[in-house]
Nanobody
Framework: QLVESGGGSVQAGESLRLSCTTS????????MAWFRQAPGKERECAAV???????NHAPSVGGRFTISQDNAKKTVYLQMDNLKPEDNAMYYC??????????????????????WGQGTQVTVSS
């Protein structure tokens, strides 16, 4: 139900915008998040947005990444600026039905979300 796109290979300091699209008619009844997983590391939440459009970003990406949504297009975005080699990871979009619950991104774990996309790879070279 979730389809990510926009990943790729860039140089440090460049930008990418990831997109996550759903065909679900209940799109606005979900909170959405972007997780990422680097090789050998646990999957971590980078940013979350609730049904009201409120957002929270993990400290590791704050000031560089921005999560947003276009309800008409049923799409969530992750704008990633000033990318660093440590941002190398597979990025996943996730959805959860607790649409009005906004928590700090760094406290969220994969088990908090039940719907997942297939992931899109982001590679940043120095």
């Amino acid at each position: 139900q979730l389809v990510e796109s926009g990943g790729g290979s860039v140089q440090a300091g460049e930008s990418l915008r990831l997109s996550c699209t759903t065909s679900s008619y209940t799109y606005m009844m979900y909170r959405m998040a972007w997780f990422r997983q680097a090789p050998g590391k646990e999957r971590e939440c980078a940013a979350v947005i609730d049904g009201y459009g409120r957002t929270n970003h993990a400290p590791s990406v704050g000031g560089r990444f921005t999560i947003s949504q276009d309800n008409a297009k049923k799409t969530v975005y992750l704008q990633m600026d000033n990318l660093k080699p440590e941002d190398n990871a597979m990025y996943y979009c996730a959805a959860d039905s607790r649409w009005d619950l906004l928590q700090q991104a760094e406290t969220l774990v994969p088990a908090d979300f039940r719907i997942w996309g297939q992931g899109t790879q982001v590679t940043v070279s120095s």
